[in-house]
């Protein structure tokens, strides 16, 4: 209170002193209506009531959307460390909710005395005398004026008279907060809707959901944000994405819809809570403090073909709830949202399909031109070889043998491209050798002999492509080899991986690797050999195909 100046007592109350204290009240006025910013405006109609009626303390509550508690407090006279030391700030209890309950102004002499006062909690500083008020704006009431201990012993009528003409005024200049704080909310989330919305357009499919989430926490900073989408054909909901507390715990857990605000949201437009009790199982779309879960809003994501989840986000309990300018706000976005992930799908698929004619074209073209010709020059060296001396014989033979290698690799990469289905064992190797390439002048030879994809799946599927994977690195890594072959194939009831290098052979301490797929291939009943050598090495995974696989 040092600096400001003091109203006159009430016991002067000669024209001087109601001239003053009108005075006293213009300059509230003043003080009130010079601001635009939401959150100054309310502090400054708090501070602007306790020097109208020279009260030790003050406060304003905002009463919450559920119009039973306060969704803010804002306090003056109080040191911070007095405030942190009382702990959580009131909801709306006692004398504050009788307020709320019957928004009329409430004048005591003695707080203590009044019975509908509740008992302060410990470190609270004495309160006596107190002056509660309603603000209101259009009609609604906003919030409650609450002052306490006057500086004289005691509020006068006068004193309520004043704080009632303040709470007047107070209300128009809120409304005018209100609004400009709405408008910029709207621009800003306008903003980035159109930003994020072009992002998407522009991201991985895998990577959407992550990148919802990160752009909306940038705009709502505290809070957390989860998106939940559906687990096919279950009532469940998985956390696709999430930021803030706990994100890495959240991530991946999966939870009933019906538990859920987002399985609330899901069968709505949206939805907005405040605090409340926390429920038996946790949501992990909330925050929870103390028993409580802060207050949330979740809107779902969703087109007319499409459901993709919810979008939901949550404060701490004791935080401000979510306004329904917020709640529409993120509608809107969760809305562009879903439209430009379906675009982005819808987009991916055509490519995909371009993708899938081109490589199919290409693939004709191999098989009808580049193989015939191939297998064609072929049949005229075979032709000439009769004609020529047994040197010259052998090495037509070899080249002969080389055709039908670039024959056999050209069917396998007529295959990869022709087929559509990217899951395939065949495909799947293609892959490895793919993987294994990029470290070498010449990519490894790769080699299919056999019904593979008919007869190798599930498990042993799984096994045959690590095993693959695990030589060719030992191959590429260690044996400094000019040339690699790898060799799939199903020979009798056994499926075999071979794969071939020209280099150095194996050093003893290179085999651990190799003791693991020999281990492996012994719990499937078959066996891992190796012929290695200085001049190159073969190693040869061979186990029984599975039942299932086989057709036994």
Known sequence: MSGRERVPSADAAGPASSHHRLRGLLRAVDTVVGEIELPVVLRRVVEAAVDLVDAEYGALGVIAADRSSLDQFIHVGLAPADADAIGA??????????????PEPIRLDRLGADPRAAGFPAHHPRMDSFLGAPIRVRGEVFGNLYLTNARRGTFSAEDEELVRALASTAGFAIQNARLFDEARTRARWTAATAELSAAILSTAPDNVFDLLAGRVADLVDGSAVSVLTPVNATETLRVAASR?????????????????LAGTALEGDGVRVGTAPSPGRRDPALLEDAGETGPAIAVALRTRRRTWGALCVARVPGERGFSTVELEVLGDLASQASIAMELSRARAAQQKAILS??????????????????????????SLSATVDEHDRNRVDGVISQLDDAIAQIRTVVFALSARDGSSLRHRLIDVVAEASGALPRPPALRFSGAVDHSVRDGLADDVVGVARELLTNSVRHAGADSISLEVGIAGHDVSVVVTDDGGGIRDGRRSGLANLAARAIARGGALTLDTGTDGTRAQWRVPLDDGGSGR
């Open 89 to 102: 700030l009131p909801r709306g209890r006692g004398i504050l909710g009788a307020l709320i309950a019957d």
């Open 244 to 260: 803030g507390p706990g994100e890495e715990e959240l991530l991946g857990a999966t939870v009933a819809e019906a538990e859920t």
């Open 357 to 382: 004619d081109e490589r199919a074209r290409i693939a004709r073209d191999l098989h009808d031109h580049v193989i015939q010709q191939i297998f064609g020059a072929g049949l005229t060296l075979q």
